[in-house]
């Protein structure tokens, strides 16, 4: 079965830096991949997705790039604030959502 | 509209105690899943119905059972309770399987003792 694997499993940076997160998949024949953002005693809450017929998507501050060849994306936080703080959880299906994978997850720290 | 409800938000079991946590939506999704959450972990899925009247099995199904009630209610129960079943319980939804995203309940946090 499909294994998603994340990076890194903790992050800290400074208000007002960027923050990057990385996940890789295994099964070349996903084709849809979902970033949740977790606060502490929260549900995951969907933040962006990307399917694999595009290579990058962007809401505000926040964007996910994919590369189908290396079988990896990523998740960029711009400008980030005390409140992006949270567990964030890449994912990866091949369509549907009982396939959904989730990777580990990364807690990511914004210090003021 | 509430989306995604899960009762109850916490509960403590002694060992072999049996237990059923209930989930319910009201967005006329077809499809309903069950998760489970550990620390340093991703979610992983223990059960899905991918319409009424249907389950399946998950990744991590041992242990457990569930019922689709009706189109709106999905339950999972732990027949005997285990402290490696200790964990956070999230119900989720979507309109179809093939469909995304999934719609999350606000969790169930389990402890065994």
């Known amino acids: 079965g499909e294994n998603v694997e994340q990076h890194p499993s903790t992050l800290s940076v400074q208000e007002g830096d960027s923050a990057v997160i990385k996940c890789t998949y295994s099964?070349?024949?996903?084709?849809?991949f979902p970033w949740y953002k977790q606060e502490l005693g929260k549900r995951p809450q969907l933040i962006i997705d990307i399917r694999s017929n595009v290579g990058e998507k962007k809401d505000q501050r926040i964007a996910v790039t994919l590369n189908k060849t290396a079988k990896h994306f990523s998740l960029h936080i711009t400008e980030t604030q005390p409140e992006d703080s949270a567990v964030y959880f890449c994912a990866s299906t091949t369509g549907s959502a009982r396939q959904l994978t989730f990777g580990s997850g990364t807690q990511l720290t914004v210090l003021p | 509209n509430a989306g995604v409800t899960q009762t109850p938000k916490f509960q403590v079991l002694k060992t072999g105690q049996s237990m059923t946590l209930q989930c319910a939506q009201d967005?006329?999704?077809?499809?309903m899943y069950w998760y489970r959450q550990d620390p340093g972990m991703g979610l992983r899925l223990i059960y899905y119905?991918?319409?009424?009247?249907?389950?399946d099995k998950g990744e991590v199904p041992n242990g457990y059972n569930v019922s689709r009630l009706n189109k709106r209610e999905f339950s999972l129960r732990l027949e005997s309770a285990a402290p490696s079943q200790t964990s956070v319980y999230f119900c989720?939804?979507?309109?179809?399987?093939?469909?995304?995203?999934?719609?999350f309940g606000d969790g169930t946090r389990l402890s065994i003792l």
């Open positions: 099964d070349s024949a996903s084709n849809y």
């Open positions: 989720a939804s979507t309109f179809a399987d093939g469909d995304q995203p999934q719609h």
């Open positions: 119905s991918a319409s009424e009247g249907t389950t």
């Open positions: 967005m006329n999704h077809n499809s």
